[in-house]
């Protein structure tokens, strides 16, 4: 089918350079006029998408070609914005910048892929006609990518501004959109995983409404709107897929849905709208947990504990222990569990954060210690070499790892993930690396998975429910996934 929709990629120089400000006020000027926009953002991420959905008031979805197909990434870029009246995908790094030297997996690849023309965030700090020639070249770089404008970021003054702008115009064609000017302080507050995390930040409307006004009268959103619409048809098949209001469709009766809890507080963000989306299309309703604040887990049939920030909600995470407790006693009588990166850390011994410890579920023997730098930052490829209840043996699956945590003492547990690439939970007498904890019916790992990009992930998470519902606990086998389409 050919799909058209008004769009625009928000790309940069560099990570850091002023995409996430751009994009957030666009986004907010949209919503403040009355237009239903969504927000899709490049590359794994989940704080900046946050903050994109909070800007929006729809979900933010990820595009990410290295995890993703391309097939299914255009499938979920049409139905997630089919029924908005703009779509905005946010890139990261920079413009080219992808897992090689020629630049695969970037944000102008993924540019190309959806048709979408690129408005460039240029950052400025003591710079000017510099500015004119690093544009040129970018614009002559790659004819297939539309580069249609420029947003000078960090600009000191008017004279600054307009040096710039002339030097632009007197090297290359490519219009000016507008400057953001340079700041004392950031828009929004950082720390050690990048922007503070906005269910976390306290005054996110605030904020957003602060960024909306500062671009008001300094970006040419007309401009930059006629850009979203001078766009041409994608051509994409989409088959077996519906469009509904909430673009899930379910083929399952109520009496046959299993209950999915899902941990979501301050402690626990790191989730997908794909990954719960897919869990609800194969059968679940999904039940939404604070380990914080409730003293027990309610009646679920599997829980999901993604990532965010144990290390900084420790000290509510030690403090209820009715929860932890009731916890422990679910997953000896086989609850299944499937844990990413913080849900990993979660299930652990204990957190020592600012040089204090904390104790926590103690499923796995595991103390982990948080570093001023990351641990482990990038893409991973794992190969399933132990049956799991979610995968079978010989399944290979990409995805990502982003922690500042690592396991400073451990005893002995089973892994069904060895590392074709990434760093994972700990190193092997082999010499190779593992990731994927397991324990009865629980795998947690640090790679976190997209549902799009591994067709297996939800399938297991949904089948293990059922299993253990049916059977009160008892081991599926792994053909069993074959039974779920």
């Given at each position: 089918m050919l799909f058209y929709r008004p769009r625009v990629v928000i790309a940069g120089l560099r990570g850091g350079g002023g995409k996430t400000t751009l994009s957030l006020g666009l986004l907010r000027l949209w919503r403040q006029a009355g237009l239903n926009a969504v927000a899709f953002k490049k590359g794994p991420d989940y704080i900046d998408a946050g903050w994109l959905a909070a800007a929006s008031g729809n979900p933010c979805?990820?595009?990410?070609?290295?995890?993703?197909?391309?097939?299914?990434?255009?499938q979920s870029f049409v139905t997630h914005s089919y029924k908005t009246d703009v779509a905005l995908v946010e890139g990261n790094r920079g413009l080219f910048d992808g897992v090689d030297a020629y630049g695969t997996f970037s944000t102008a690849a993924l540019a190309k892929s959806t048709k979408s023309p690129v408005v460039l965030v240029v950052d400025c700090i003591k710079t000017t006609t510099t500015i004119g020639v690093i544009i040129k070249g970018i614009s002559e770089f790659d004819a297939d990518l539309s580069l249609a404008g420029v947003v000078l970021n960090y600009v000191a003054n008017d004279r600054h501004k307009n040096v710039i702008r002339q030097a632009i115009e007197h090297h290359c064609d490519v219009r000016v959109l507008g400057t953001i000017a340079k700041r004392a302080e950031a828009v929004v507050p950082e720390r050690h995983m990048g922007l503070v995390a906005q269910q976390e930040h306290g005054q996110v409307d605030a904020a957003l409404d602060g960024i909306a006004a500062m671009l008001r009268d300094s970006i040419d959103i007309d401009a930059i709107n006629d850009i979203t619409r001078q766009v041409p048809d994608i051509d994409c098949d989409i088959p077996n897929i519906q469009i509904s209001d909430n673009n899930i469709t379910t083929n399952t009766d109520a009496a046959d849905r299993i209950r999915v809890g899902v941990i979501r507080d301050s402690a626990f963000q790191f989730y997908y709208p794909e990954n719960l989306e897919e869990l609800v299309r194969l059968g679940a309703?999904?039940?939404?947990i604070s380990a914080i604040e409730q003293p027990r887990l309610p009646d679920i049939d599997a829980l999901y504990i993604g990532g965010g920030f144990p290390e900084t909600?420790?000290?509510?995470?030690?403090?209820?222990?009715?929860?932890?407790?009731?916890?422990?006693?679910?997953?000896?009588?086989?609850?299944?569990?499937?844990?990413?990166?913080?849900?990993?850390?979660f299930l652990g011994r204990s957190i020592t954060y600012n040089d204090k410890t904390y104790p926590m579920t103690g499923i796995f023997p595991m103390d982990f210690v948080m570093d001023p730098t990351p641990a482990a930052h990038g893409y991973t490829v794992v190969e399933v070499v132990e049956e799991t209840l979610y995968f079978p043996k010989g399944t290979v699956l990409k995805g990502h790892e982003f922690h500042y945590s690592r396991v400073a003492r451990t005893g002995h547990f089973a892994t069904a993930f060895k590392m074709r690439r990434g760093k994972g939970i700990v190193d092997g007498l082999d010499g190779a690396r593992y990731d994927g904890a397991i324990y009865k019916n629980v795998l947690a790992c640090y790679t976190h998975l997209h549902a799009l990009g591994t067709d297996e992930w939800a399938k297991g998470v949904i089948m293990a429910a059922r299993k253990k519902r049916r059977e009160n606990g008892r081991l599926c086998l792994p053909s069993d996934l074959m039974l779920l389409t």
């Open positions: 979805y990820n595009l990410d070609s290295f995890i993703i197909s391309e097939e299914k990434l255009l309703d999904i039940i939404e909600n420790a000290i509510l995470l030690a403090d209820n222990t009715g929860f932890r407790e009731h916890l422990r006693e679910l997953i000896e009588a086989d609850l299944p569990v499937y844990a990413e990166c913080g849900g990993l850390m």
